[in-house]
Nanobody, 127 residues
């Protein structure tokens, strides 16, 4: 299993970035893909997630209305569109995957733990 993130960078507050997570070597359709972030000195937090099979999503409160997650199944890729970025969004962003059990929901599975992780991509939002 391999997850590769891209799309991070430096952006001014109010700007936008789109992160990509491309998956390989597993049954993409059977998984939840989650985006997590970790800022310096902070714990890692779940930002957003999506079930590839049924499209159900989860967003943490601080990004609702600003971030959106989408899927391109033909490319085995999940995107995180980030708009109206704030300095507090500065962090290393990771995508991760775990098998999807519909009885539990995307958020519960993200909280329980992910099985596969990418290396991360740095997002820096300047004020």
């Amino acid at each position: 299993v391999q997850l590769v993130e891209s799309g991070g960078g430096l952006v001014q507050a109010g700007g936008s970035l789109r992160l990509s997570c491309t998956a390989s070597r597993f049954a993409f359709d059977d998984y939840v893909i989650g985006w997590f972030r970790q800022a310096p000195g902070s714990e890692r937090e779940g930002v957003a997630g999506v079930s590839i099979s049924d499209g159900s999503t989860y967003y943490t409160d601080s990004v609702k209305g600003r971030f959106s997650i989408s899927i391109d199944s033909a490319k085995n890729t999940v995107y995180l569109q980030m708009n109206s970025l704030k300095p507090d969004d500065t962090a290393v962003y990771y995508c991760a995957a775990t098998y999807y059990y519909s009885d539990y929901g995307v958020r519960s599975l993200m909280d329980y733990g992910m099985d596969y992780w990418g290396e991360g991509t740095l997002v820096t939002v300047s004020s």
